[in-house]
């Protein structure tokens, strides 16, 4: 029996952290991941889902109840390289935190919960029940890794579902917003500005329709997971200041809830688009990402295990609250009755998509000991 102790754990995170897979490249991550079940007799499957961009699947254990287990492979851009006070893709120690981009979000919980599996099987456990892992390419940006696996059937069977990304610290979730982004494109004529009267403004419908849908959106009374948001990230329109624009863009994500989904949301702005266009506008849409919200139980079977596993980890009881962004569950999480063992938990301190993201190295070691214990107790009851 060779189980991995905690040194070799963060010599893995930090190997994983080495490799750049900025919203792409994870078939890098999946190769090494594979190499590393493998070296412990555990059988690894690659799933080339575009270019250089792969899924990975592996279990361990036979038969029912199959508990799925899943982290994503990319991150986002270090972005300003001069504002981290380290190396992003070095993982680097300070007073008890670890530092580097995507060690919240999330590859030390994906590192996690291959390492406990690692450590489990070396165990000769679990004694009934499958822990399938399914790690993802594309989270961050369209979670096109998780509707493969979706597509594919890996959830059909599935009795419960943890996604290893960090909601709140040391706290789990059983619900999450769902996503839509839209790009919003104006058509127009350009002019010279001294007549304007003989062009069409591209970004003067746009910018009105903006406005008219930020106000209707934060009218709308908030449901159990808080309100819809409706963000406006990216406006752009026109090439210099004497010239009307003949072309503008607006780039949208609205946060829905299950009581106004992205269905409505998206027939709402059908209707804004429609009425503009029909005063002579050219607006139209094209979605990016539709991704609806999660409910299920917030006393779901998982929900409470983590509870009563976690608790003398956190040194206090676990909070359950809506995760705050979206996670791969939207995808693999869909069709599910609302009394589905569904959680998100996963180590982090909250500063993922920021410069100097950072974990507590101890939070790390307690989530791979934290996850031996839940899928072990999952599957045995």
Do not use: C
């Amino acid at each position: 029996m060779q189980t991995i102790k905690e040194t070799e754990a963060l010599q893995i995170l930090a190997d994983v952290i080495k490799i750049p897979s900025v919203n792409d490249h994870e078939l890098a991550v999946a190769k090494y991941l594979q190499a590393l079940l493998r070296r412990y007799g555990i059988t690894a499957d690659l799933n080339t889902v575009t270019g250089d961009r792969a899924n990975l699947v592996a279990e361990i254990g036979n038969g029912q109840p199959v508990l799925v287990v899943s982290g994503h492979m990319d991150v986002v851009a270090a972005g300003d390289r001069d504002a981290w006070d380290t190396d992003p893709f070095t993982l680097t120690e300070k007073s008890g935190q670890l530092f580097g981009r995507g060690v919240t979000d999330m590859k030390a919980g994906l590192v996690a919960l291959i390492v406990a599996m690692i450590n489990l099987q070396q165990q000769g456990l679990p004694k009934q029940g499958t822990i399938r892992l399914l790690a993802t390419m594309g989270e961050e940006v369209g979670e096109a890794g998780s509707a493969a696996f979706y597509q594919q059937g890996l959830m059909q069977d599935a009795a419960g579902l943890l996604i290893a990304e960090p909601s709140t610290v040391y706290g789990t979730a059983a619900e999450q917003k769902g996503s839509y982004d839209v790009k919003l494109t104006s058509k127009g004529k350009a002019v010279h500005s001294s007549t304007p009267e003989r062009g069409y403004n591209a970004l003067v419908p746009l910018i009105q329709l903006l406005n008219e849908a930020n106000d209707y959106f934060a009218t709308l009374p908030a449901g159990e997971m808080g309100p819809v948001k409706f963000n406006i990230d990216v406006l752009n329109g026109g090439d210099q200041v004497n010239s009307l624009p003949d072309s503008a863009t607006a780039l949208i994500n609205v946060r829905t809830i299950p009581e106004y989904d992205n269905d409505q949301v998206i027939a709402k702005l059908n209707q804004l688009i429609a009425t503009y266009n029909q005063q002579g506008a050219k607006i139209s849409a094209t979605v990016i990402m539709n991704e609806a919200p999660i409910a299920t139980k917030t006393n779901n079977r998982l929900v409470k295990l983590i509870q009563k596993v976690g608790q003398p980890y956190a040194g206090r009881e676990i909070v359950v609250a809506p995760s705050p962004g979206i996670t791969d569950a939207s995808n693999l999480a869909q069709q599910q009755p609302v009394d589905f063992a569904f959680a998100v938990y996963g180590p982090g301190n909250m500063t993922q998509h920021q410069v100097n993201e950072s974990l507590p190295k101890q939070m790390f070691y307690d989530f791979i000991d934290i996850y031996q214990q839940l899928f072990t107790d999952f599957l045995a009851n």
